[in-house]
């Protein structure tokens, strides 16, 4: 095995949004230990599924609090791999009720066991705090060109979509949008409720409405959840009652919302 090195490599720094509520919630009760254990978890030991189809992609995961710094080798493989972490932990996250924000770069970085530093990581992280805003993984331009002009274009260009205010980002919920595809093409009236694929993307979809209504009196918090919700019902099949969109303000009109 290489030792690592200062290398060019793909980083992702993502953390957890309302981390800080989430702590709150555990010193009033309303959220138990063990929950909030699995939740970082999540963020810390992120899934990373079956290493043979990413090939030798380096992947590397460190936690920094309640945010996490992911990076592989710079090759098409190793991006992949990364999408689909990310992908992973964001909907795991979604299903108890929480969302992440982060960027994806590529630049210089050392990254080993026990610690993570370079202009990739200093890059992903001040496009978190100042740049995306909304609950989204931003993925730079040049990443993005990596990504769609690659050996494995096909595959990772359906990761990525463009969002009306410019930036590239991980379309996190590629996953759902495909299952949901599929059960349909295979059963037109199919309720998700009692479908055991779609069960999951039920409970995830109620937890985001909840929590959308639960933040009326907080906009920047609302508008966070908005823009999610926004890019949740962009998925779900139109005019279809077993699919019922998130309504609320600004939620009610359909339109091109992302490229």
Known sequence: MTEPSYED????????????DLIKSLDKGDLTFQRLRHLLQQVH????????????SGLRAQSISDAVALSVNPTPYGLQHLF?????????????????????????LYHDDKMVFGRALVDAYLLENNVVRFPRIM?????????????LAKILTPYLRQDADGPYFLHV?????????????????VDPA????????????????????????????????QWFARYWNS????NNPNFPPIRGPGLDSVGKLFL
């Open 139 to 151: 993925v730079t331009r040049q990443v993005y060109l990596d990504a769609t002009q690659g050996s």
């Open 173 to 189: 919920l590629r996953q759902m949008e495909v299952d949901i595809n599929r059960e349909l093409q295979t059963n037109p009236d």
């Open 84 to 108: 689909f972490v990310l992908s992973e932990l964001s909907l795991g996250l979604l299903f108890e009720g929480y969302l992440i924000r982060g960027a994806i770069v590529r630049g210089p």
């Open 9 to 20: 490599r793909y980083c992702a720094f993502v953390d957890i949004l309302g981390f800080r």
């Open 235 to 238: 998925m779900l099949p139109r």
């Open 194 to 225: 009692e479908n055991e694929q779609l069960a999951y993307y039920t409970i995830a979809g109620g937890r985001l409405k909840s929590s959308l209504s639960a933040s009326v009196d907080d906009p920047r918090i609302f508008e966070k959840l």
């Open 45 to 56: 030991d992120p899934f990373q599924g079956p290493e043979i189809p990413f090939g030798d």
